[in-house]
């Protein structure tokens, strides 16, 4: 598998998949629970990531010959001064309303041990004002730049890994992260 990273850590990453074989909605979901089980376990935090995905043939610089699998990661974490902040002896040391940027795209390349969708993968770290605007394009039912559609803000699928449970979808909440 030919795996391509820009390196930077950010609170929310960009996957394209470009299978081998052809994509489908089913690919769409097996590899949106995968990267959810893969940035869960890549990193250190008790941070949870949500994931999207849509299948699409056009996407960027890419040729429209073959679907390629399109998914945002979006670490979510508490939005608090007080949960992100750095304090030493009652002194604030750093204060951030935001987490901590945990994920890595070469920690996530690190952590494929084994692929389940033979082909090309590349991750980007990106803003959250990227991740937003992709985000919403995924689960639009009226899509501007990809292909398909989605199923609607809080209808579309969102993905998530926990140990107890393992890989499950509820109701996407991207209203609840503060975009």
Not at 27 to 53: F, H, M, P, R
Not at 58 to 80: N, T, W, Y
Not at 90 to 107: H, M, N, Y
């Amino acid at each position: 598998m030919l795996c391509r990273s820009n390196g930077r850590v950010s609170t929310d990453v960009l996957v394209v998949l470009t299978p081998e074989i052809d994509a489908r909605e089913h690919t769409v979901e097996d590899a949106a629970g995968w990267l959810a089980q893969i940035a869960t376990n890549s990193c250190s935090t008790k941070d949870k990531y949500a994931v999207v995905g849509a299948c699409t043939r056009r996407f960027a610089d890419l040729g429209q010959s073959k679907p390629h699998v399109v998914m945002v990661c979006h670490q979510i974490g508490e939005p608090s001064f007080y949960a992100n902040s750095k304090f030493s002896e009652g002194l604030v040391l750093e204060e951030s309303r935001e987490p901590k940027a945990t994920l890595s795209p070469d920690r996530i390349i690190d952590a494929i041990n084994d692929c389940p969708f033979p082909g090309s993968i590349s991750i980007s770290g990106i803003s959250q004002q990227f991740a937003a605007e992709l985000w919403n394009e995924i689960v639009s039912c009226e899509r501007h730049f990809l292909d398909g559609h989605g199923q609607g803000i809080s209808v579309h699928p969102m993905y998530l890994f926990n140990s107890e449970q393992g890989v499950f979808s509820v109701r996407e909440i991207s209203s609840t992260f503060g975009w």
